[in-house]
């Protein structure tokens, strides 16, 4: 792997943006799994907020914007494991670590989550929109 070469695809050259929305192992993640077609923005913050569902209160894209995180999170700690500890990239891994964590978020913030596991991680977006959220 050449310095410059993203750690994960080790295909393109290693920026941020591209490692988190842009490479083949975030594309995996964004676009097959969440069924996201928009992966190409190159700032978090419009990444972030176009990844807000339209038609649902204001508490479940909160929710939703913590599943965003958790991904984020789960592609910067495989890069960090490869990059500080010499690891090898699982892309398998780092897929079914963010279903995994994501519905471990899910489940400790919504309320009477009516999906399973499996349905999470078949169906993300159908799920979330059967989330509901506590009242405070």
């Known amino acids: 792997m050449h310095e410059y070469q993203c750690c994960l695809c080790e295909e393109e050259e290693k920026t941020t ?10 594309w995996l993640m964004w676009s097959k799994w969440m ?12 990444h972030f907020k176009s990844l807000m569902m339209n038609g649902v ?9 913590g599943v965003w995180i958790a991904v984020v999170g789960e592609l910067w700690s495989h890069r960090n494991k490869r990059i ?17 964590k994501t519905w471990s978020w899910i489940t400790s913030k919504a ?12 169906e993300p977006l159908f799920c979330m929109r059967s989330v509901k959220v506590p009242r405070r």
């Not at 943006?17 to 975030?26: G, N």
């Not at 209160?57 to 914007?65: C, D, H, L, P």
């Open 57 to 65: 209160k204001e508490s479940v894209n909160q929710i939703w914007g």
């Open 111 to 122: 309320h009477d989550v009516s999906f399973s596991y499996s349905n999470w991680c078949l």
């Open 17 to 26: 943006s591209h490692l988190l929305y842009t490479c083949r192992v975030a």
């Open 35 to 46: 069924r996201l077609a928009t992966t190409d923005h190159r700032e978090p913050k419009i």
């Open 84 to 100: 500080f500890r010499g690891g090898r990239v699982d892309r398998i891994e780092i897929f079914t670590m963010g279903q995994m």
